[in-house]
């Protein structure tokens, strides 16, 4: 970066920003790492916006235009997804060497095999972060670390390496926190934790103080994974950067309310004063390349199309569990009526999952198929929602229940 060091908030030629954002006072703590990683999410979470459909050459064009760019991860998508999404995941691998290929992963042994099979680098293991959904789905916290170390330790014995992904990590409390940590990396190995603000719900100096709390604990490397729902990400990102958090987890325009590429990037560059080696002149056709390939435009907090939209089968478990409540349990971090929205939609596509094919029934008032009948509907939903590239409709939902189930009442 050519910057004259007397005035680093001025680079000739490129940008001006404030000077007092080099005050001493604004700067007073700051950890900032000596290098930055960026990690890039477009094709998995990305995807997961409503909708949204990347075919495997779509995929494949999106990850070597990233690489080239100067990227330094891709998180390929989610083996489990379908095989489709394995073969390019297994295909970036294969064909990209100048950034390390990432494949995110459900706490469950048979996801990271997938992973393995597709001969990516890094496997990014999810597990909720609230006591409540801890003890929900392994009983208590014992039970939880202890299944959570053996999945690192068979991801790490197998030539992976790891990322800690707490889901909802922002709404745990720090207790419950350390205690899923600190056996993950000590006991597990596992490579790098992520500071992941699912919801979209910090302020600056909350994102600061996991990320300290976080380094109290465990040195390995951070990951900050932040999402715009209060259309903070942005600003979160760059606080977690400031803290000490060397990977920033991004995606090309936003997709899925996460933090943009460019807008981190750019924030990096000329807020924090660092480098992060992008080939930002290759920002805008890379943006280009994904609206034209996802037929989204950029998320919008609050107002946005998709915002009370949910497409993803993982979020739907606990929708299920909490469908005769106000906005179908969404009400715990932002029920969208209050701006006059949706509390919540469930929509069918490539992303749903089997409680996805419960919860429309039960909006129908269907008689709810088995688990044998919702896997079978699923089936049909994903197939057509990669032929189409979009969303199934309600008529085309009901069609495949009535082939399935052999009523529609």
């Given at each position: 970066m050519d910057q004259d060091s007397s005035k680093p908030w001025d680079v000739p030629g490129q940008w001006a920003v404030s000077m007092h954002n080099w005050d001493p006072k604004v700067r007073a703590g700051w950890k900032l790492p000596k290098k930055i990683t960026i990690h890039d999410v477009t094709l998995?979470?990305?995807?997961?916006?409503?909708?949204?459909?990347?075919?495997?050459?779509?995929?494949?064009?999106?990850?070597?235009?990233?690489?080239?760019?100067?990227?330094?991860?891709?998180?390929?998508?989610?083996?489990?997804?379908?095989?489709?999404?394995?073969?390019?995941?297994?295909?970036?691998?294969?064909?990209?060497?100048?950034?390390?290929?990432?494949?995110?992963?459900?706490?469950?042994?048979?996801?990271?095999?997938?992973?393995?099979?597709?001969?990516?680098?890094?496997?990014?293991?999810?597990?909720?972060?609230?006591?409540?959904?801890?003890?929900?789905?392994?009983?208590?916290?014992?039970?939880?670390?202890?299944?959570?170390?053996?999945?690192?330790?068979?991801?790490?014995?197998?030539?992976?390496?790891?990322?800690?992904?707490?889901?909802?990590?922002?709404?745990?409390?720090?207790?419950?926190?350390?205690?899923?940590?600190?056996?993950?990396?000590?006991?597990g190995k596992a490579d790098n934790v992520g500071v992941v603000d699912t919801k979209g719900c910090c302020l600056p100096g909350a994102i600061t103080l996991l990320v300290e709390s976080l380094r109290e604990w465990v040195n390995v490397p951070i990951e900050v994974h932040c999402h715009n729902t209060w259309g903070m990400s942005t600003a979160n990102t760059l606080a977690a950067v400031a803290a000490g958090a060397e990977i920033v987890h991004t995606c090309v325009n936003g997709l899925g309310g996460n933090s943009s590429l460019d807008e981190c990037v750019m924030g990096i560059e000329a807020y924090l004063g660092m480098s992060t080696g992008i080939q930002k002149n290759r920002l805008l056709a890379i943006s280009r390349m994904v609206k034209d390939f996802s037929r989204s435009d950029w998320?919008?907090?609050?107002?946005?199309?998709?915002?009370?939209?949910?497409?993803?089968?993982?979020?739907?478990?606990?929708?299920?569990?909490?469908?005769?409540?106000?906005?179908?349990?969404?009400?715990?971090?932002?029920?969208?009526?209050?701006?006059?929205?949706?509390?919540?939609?469930?929509?069918?596509?490539?992303?749903?999952?089997?409680?996805?094919?419960?919860?429309?029934?039960?909006?129908?008032?269907?008689?709810?198929?088995?688990?044998?009948?919702?896997?079978?509907?699923?089936?049909?939903?994903?197939n057509r929602s990669l032929e189409k590239k979009g969303l199934v409709t309600e008529e085309e939902f009901r069609r495949f229940y009535e082939d399935v189930v052999g009523s529609k009442s």
């Amino acid at each position: 970066m050519d910057q004259d060091s007397s005035k680093p908030w001025d680079v000739p030629g490129q940008w001006a920003v404030s000077m007092h954002n080099w005050d001493p006072k604004v700067r007073a703590g700051w950890k900032l790492p000596k290098k930055i990683t960026i990690h890039d999410v477009t094709l998995r979470d990305g995807e997961q916006t409503p909708g949204v459909v990347f075919r495997r050459d779509e995929k494949l064009k999106i990850a070597h235009a990233l690489a080239d760019m100067g990227v330094h991860r891709i998180e390929g998508g989610m083996v489990s997804v379908s095989p489709e999404d394995a073969e390019a995941i297994a295909q970036m691998a294969k064909e990209i060497k100048t950034a390390e290929i990432a494949s995110f992963s459900r706490a469950r042994k048979d996801d990271i095999e997938l992973a393995i099979k597709c001969n990516v680098g890094r496997v990014i293991i999810e597990v909720p972060a609230p006591a409540e959904r801890i003890n929900k789905i392994w009983g208590n916290m014992g039970k939880a670390v202890e299944a959570t170390v053996k999945l690192i330790q068979f991801a790490k014995e197998n030539g992976l390496k790891v990322t800690f992904f707490l889901v909802d990590y922002s709404r745990a409390d720090l207790e419950t926190l350390k205690n899923l940590i600190v056996p993950a990396v000590r006991e597990g190995k596992a490579d790098n934790v992520g500071v992941v603000d699912t919801k979209g719900c910090c302020l600056p100096g909350a994102i600061t103080l996991l990320v300290e709390s976080l380094r109290e604990w465990v040195n390995v490397p951070i990951e900050v994974h932040c999402h715009n729902t209060w259309g903070m990400s942005t600003a979160n990102t760059l606080a977690a950067v400031a803290a000490g958090a060397e990977i920033v987890h991004t995606c090309v325009n936003g997709l899925g309310g996460n933090s943009s590429l460019d807008e981190c990037v750019m924030g990096i560059e000329a807020y924090l004063g660092m480098s992060t080696g992008i080939q930002k002149n290759r920002l805008l056709a890379i943006s280009r390349m994904v609206k034209d390939f996802s037929r989204s435009d950029w998320y919008k907090p609050f107002v946005g199309p998709t915002v009370a939209d949910v497409e993803v089968g993982i979020a739907t478990r606990l929708m299920w569990d909490k469908r005769n409540e106000p906005g179908m349990g969404r009400t715990e971090f932002l029920n969208y009526e209050v701006v006059g929205g949706t509390g919540v939609n469930v929509v069918l596509g490539k992303k749903s999952g089997g409680y996805s094919v419960l919860l429309k029934a039960w909006q129908l008032g269907l008689a709810l198929p088995t688990e044998a009948q919702a896997d079978r509907i699923l089936t049909q939903i994903k197939n057509r929602s990669l032929e189409k590239k979009g969303l199934v409709t309600e008529e085309e939902f009901r069609r495949f229940y009535e082939d399935v189930v052999g009523s529609k009442s």
